[in-house]
Structures are given as structure tokens and as C-alpha cells.
């Protein structure tokens, strides 16, 4: 194994390292899928962050490809059976950024639960309204995570300095611990006054949190989603903000995301919306930050959820740390090493 291609800048140390273990590491940042395509042949291993999509094409086309290395913890982006059946190994590196998302949830939630944003919206406005922000208590209150893999787990060591109830629910037996009490899907929407996703995106998930599964809650409750935007439809969650049975929701991920993360908005029909993940985004409000996108040409349901108080909104970013950078980087590195030294 001798040649690895980038895809997306990365954490220099990855490079570096990579170069120790005596690979030759060659960087395209702008080539087209295609072009990408017709060289990939020359290439033992491949590194990507989220860029396009590795299909079944893209793998016929990599004769000689012994690995793909993700920096990231999802591998959705990736035909992984075609990868597998090929003989392919596939790394991806949940353990990089499981901290910075279950410091970015906790973050979330607090700051829901003390109208945060809002209130200092209103300060800079020159408004100084105490009781209309009154916050609530996170002491006493159930936390139901759905997803108790790397991410989860963290969450709810993170939790550890409250006084509250944590509850996961996954679809593997046994992942309880003594951070977090492992129960059915009934008994956790009977009984959490919170629920936080973890899960990646699968084909059980997509649409995971729909009217049906909202309404299976036995009381109203806050939603956190650090996961995957297509878990949620939002436009039941919309419905289930009027309404009341969700009081409030913090969102990292949506469902109109393209597949690279890198912008919002895949194409919707025939509009071509596009907001930038830059700077100037939200300084002062969409169409001053970008007057050529028009608030009418976004989605009814999104066009709620950025006027609504009670919504916290970032753009993919709770595992996107400074130290989170070099730990995923580090991360597949490790994994890489002990791949050839297998094979060595």
C-alpha cells in the first residue's frame, strides 16, 4: 500500500503521520466526482470528510483500493456493503468528536432551558424583560436518549453533575450503563421531559421522528437533535411546536441539508436555495446577510423554525471543535496503523 488521495482538508497532523507510516499522500480538493473517478485507480486508500458520495460507480472505478478512511462518525455517505463485498475497509472515527457533541447537546439544552438566545437578542435591543425570561431547571427532569453508541454515551456522562434521570433506548440489547438506564421505546416516550438523538442515519431512522412518533410521547417534551437532519420531519416537528407537545427544540442538523453537510439546502423542487455556512449568515438576519435569498423562496416549515424563539439553530458544528480536528484526525490514523500492521 503506497498512495492515498485526499478529498477534504483535514487536520495537518494526518498527513504527517500518514507520511511517516510511509504512504504517499496526494490532495484534490476541487476535482469533479468524474475526474475524481478516472484516477481513483492509482490509489490504496482514500480519505474523505463528507465531499460526494462513494457509490457503487465511484467503487468500481477503485480497483485498487484497499481502504477508505472517514473523518467523521457517520459512514452514510458510503456504499458500505459494495465497499465490504470488494474487500474494501471502511474507518470512520466517532471517538474523535464524541466530546465536543456531548459538550454542544449539554450546551444546547441549557440554553433552550434559560431562553439564552433570546434573551440576549433582547438585551442588544436595548430590552430588559426578566420575567418574560424566566428559564426552568434541568434538576428533576427525565433525559431519554435514543441512540447509545459513542455520542450518546457521552451525553450522558456529561449529564452526570445533575440531578436527573437518563434514559437510552437502541436497538442493540445491553448498551445500558451506569450513566444511563436502558428501556423499550414505550417506556421512554412515556416518561422523558427531554429526548436527544444519537443515531445515525439508517434506513430505521429517516423519518424516524415523525406526527405518529411525536404524539407517542405522554407529555409535552424538548427535542435536541446533534445527529442527522432526515431523522426529523419537519414539518411535523413545526406542527408539534404550535401545538405545544414540543416546547422547544435545538437543532444542529436538518432534513434539507445536502449530503456533504457543506451547504443547507439541497435543491427543493425548482428552487435553488442555497445559504452559506459563512460569517455573515445570521449577522443580521437572512436577507441582510445575503439579499438574494429571499426568506418566501425557503420551506414553509424552516421559515418557522429561524423566527421561533423557542428554537435553537447551528449549522452542523457540534462535533466541529478546534480539538476535535486533530482527535478525529488522530483517530484514523490509529486506525489506519493497526490495518497495515494486520497486513504486514
Not at 438585551?123 to 426552568?136: F, H, P, S, T
Not at 437532519?229 to 432534513?255: H, N, P, R
Not at 471543535?321 to 490514523?333: C, F, G, P, R
Amino acid at each position: 500500500m503506497k498512495k492515498i488521495l485526499h478529498l477534504d482538508k483535514n487536520h495537518e497532523s494526518l498527513i504527517n503521520q500518514l507520511n511517516d507510516l510511509g504512504f504517499t499522500n496526494h490532495e484534490d480538493y476541487i476535482s469533479s466526482k468524474l475526474a475524481i473517478e478516472a484516477k481513483i485507480s492509482d490509489y490504496d486508500g482514500l480519505i474523505i470528510r463528507s465531499r460526494f458520495t462513494i457509490d457503487k460507480q465511484f467503487l468500481n472505478a477503485a480497483t485498487n483500493l484497499k481502504f477508505i478512511g472517514r473523518v467523521g462518525a457517520g459512514l452514510e455517505n458510503i456504499d458500505c456493503d459494495y465497499a465490504e463485498s470488494k474487500g474494501i475497509e471502511l474507518f470512520n472515527a466517532p471517538e474523535g468528536n464524541r466530546n465536543a457533541v456531548g459538550e454542544h447537546t449539554l450546551g444546547m439544552l441549557l440554553s433552550l432551558f434559560n431562553k439564552l438566545n433570546k434573551a440576549d437578542k433582547e438585551v442588544r435591543q436595548g430590552k430588559w424583560l426578566r420575567e418574560d425570561n424566566r428559564g426552568i431547571e434541568l434538576d428533576g427532569k427525565t433525559v431519554g436518549l435514543i441512540g447509545y453508541g459513542n455520542m450518546g454515551k457521552t451525553f450522558a456522562k456529561k449529564l452526570r453533575g445533575f440531578d436527573v434521570e437518563v434514559l437510552c433506548y437502541d436497538i442493540k440489547h445491553n448498551v445500558g450503563d451506569e450513566n444511563a438506564k436502558q428501556v423499550s421505546l414505550k417506556e421512554l416516550q412515556n416518561r422523558a421531559d427531554v429526548l436527544s438523538l444519537h443515531t445515525p442515519q439508517t434506513a430505521l431512522t429517516t423519518n424516524m421522528v415523525d406526527e405518529a412518533f411525536i404524539n407517542a410521547f405522554s407529555k409535552p417534551f424538548w427535542l435536541i437533535n446533534t445527529a442527522r437532519g432526515k431523522s426529523v420531519v419537519t414539518s411535523d416537528l413545526v406542527s408539534a411546536l404550535k401545538s405545544g407537545k414540543i416546547l422547544g427544540a435545538g437543532l444542529d442538523v436538518l432534513e434539507y441539508e445536502k449530503a456533504s453537510f457543506e451547504n443547507l439546502f439541497k435543491d427543493i423542487s425548482s428552487q435553488k436555495c442555497h445559504l452559506e455556512r459563512s460569517r455573515e449568515v445570521n449577522r443580521g438576519g437572512l436577507d441582510s446577510a445575503r439579499p438574494d435569498i429571499k426568506q418566501d423562496n425557503l420551506p414553509k416549515a424552516f421559515r418557522y423554525l429561524i423566527q421561533s424563539e423557542n428554537v435553537l439553530l447551528t449549522p452542523h458544528v457540534a462535533g466541529w471543535t478546534v480539538e476535535s480536528k486533530e482527535k478525529l484526525a488522530q483517530t484514523i490514523v490509529g486506525k489506519i496503523k493497526k490495518f497495515v500492521i494486520a497486513r504486514s
